[in-house]
Antibody
Framework: EVQLVESGGGLVKPGGSLRLSCIAS????????MNWVRQAPGKGLEWVSS????????YYADSVKGRFTISRDNAKNSLYLQMISLRAEDTAVYYC?????????WGQGTLVTVSS | DIQMTQSPSSVSASVGDRVTITCRAS??????LAWYQQKPGRAPKLLIY???SLQSGVPSRFSGTGSGTDFTLTISSLQPEDFATYYC?????????FGQGTKVEIK
């Protein structure tokens, strides 16, 4: 059974930092591009960042560029998102998703709330 | 960035109805288009990839068509478990973009 389990979300003050983690099982993690997608409360889906299977390619949405860093450890089947300089508009559920032609594997999400 | 525009934003339908949702890309994306279903409090679920390929395990009442800029998701006979929000997503560029979503509600 495929599982993606996110952790690391929580309440943080504006300007603060958080590190999200996603642990994968049940599929060949090292063969998949991995992604972070977020969803603000009551809003639609927003792509945040992607990292290719071998770390060769990394991309960010303009809204997070320079503040968020995606990384992965294929030996640990793990994906990470380091977030700094957090803003109120970063408040969202953050999903990790594994993709080939499209995002076929999703975690349950972790909520990040940025508020004073 | 490629913009994705879905219509309608919501639709009211009855069990057994045929439902069609459209998605338009701001420029051509070949068939780099996926459709997702999302229920409240749940992660999105992939239904269709490459515009018309049915994801494994997804019922055959779901189908997708289109290429270039215009795409369609059709539910041939709406079932109670299909009431949800549907999103299109382009994967033509590394910067994915999603449509704003279409909520399928019970009539």
């Amino acid at each position: 059974e495929v599982q993606l389990v996110e952790s690391g979300g929580g309440l943080v003050k504006p300007g603060g930092s958080l590190r999200l983690s996603c642990i994968a099982s049940g599929f060949s993690f090292s063969s998949y591009t991995m992604n972070w997608v977020r969803q603000a409360p009551g809003k639609g889906l927003e792509w945040v960042s992607s990292i290719s299977s071998s770390n060769s390619y990394i991309y960010y949405a303009d809204s997070v560029k320079g503040r968020f860093t995606i990384s992965r450890d294929n030996a640990k089947n793990s994906l990470y998102l380091q977030m700094i300089s957090l803003r109120a508009e970063d408040t969202a559920v953050y999903y990790c998703a594994g993709s080939d032609a499209a995002a076929g594997y999703w975690g349950q999400g972790t909520l990040v709330t940025v508020s004073s | 960035d490629i913009q994705m525009t879905q219509s309608p934003s919501s639709v009211s339908a009855s069990v057994g109805d045929r439902v069609t949702i459209t998605c338009r890309a701001s420029r051509g994306i070949s068939t780099w288009l996926a459709w997702y279903q999302q229920k409240p409090g749940r992660a999105p679920k992939l239904l269709i990839y490459a515009a018309s390929s049915l994801q494994s395990g997804v019922p055959s009442r779901f189908s997708g068509t289109g290429s270039g800029t215009d795409f369609t998701l059709t539910i041939s006979s709406l079932q109670p478990e299909d009431f949800a929000t549907y999103y299109c997503q382009q994967a033509n560029s590394f910067a994915w973009t999603f449509g704003q979503g279409t909520k399928v509600e019970i009539k």
